[in-house]
């Protein structure tokens, strides 16, 4: 078992930044990757940045240039530093975490007004 505890979320104005931290406890040795995705109403959740276990990074074509995903192991913690805002970022943020199996945050909500 992997329990996630996402942190970081609120409100901002365009051109703003949010930090999102995601906590990881439990079974982490058998840790894969993490990611963060998002989720609008009415829309499928889809994928914003991954990172593995080795450290390799990929980012959404939407987010590239203004998410960064980075970790930090010695804390279990993964982070994602989101830059200059849009309104179309708004969402309920996910983290999530691959090992043995599938594993959720319970999900942080970001608003970024215009």
Same mark, same amino acid.
């Given at each position: ?34 990611? @963060? ?66 594993? @959720? ?10």
């Amino acid at each position: 078992q992997v329990q996630l505890v996402e942190s970081g979320g609120g409100s901002v104005q365009a051109g703003g930044s949010l930090r999102l931290s995601c906590a990881a406890s439990g079974r982490l040795a058998s840790l894969n990757a993490m990611a @963060w995705y998002r989720q609008t109403p009415g829309k499928q959740r889809e994928l914003v940045a991954v990172i593995t276990s080795g450290g390799r990074t990929n980012y959404a074509d939407s987010v590239k240039g203004r998410f960064t995903i980075s970790g930090d192991n010695a804390k279990n913690t993964v982070y994602l530093q989101m830059n200059s805002l849009k309104p179309e970022d708004t969402a309920v943020y996910y983290c999530y975490a691959q090992a043995s199996n599938d594993y @959720w945050g319970q999900g942080t909500q970001v608003t970024v007004s215009s």
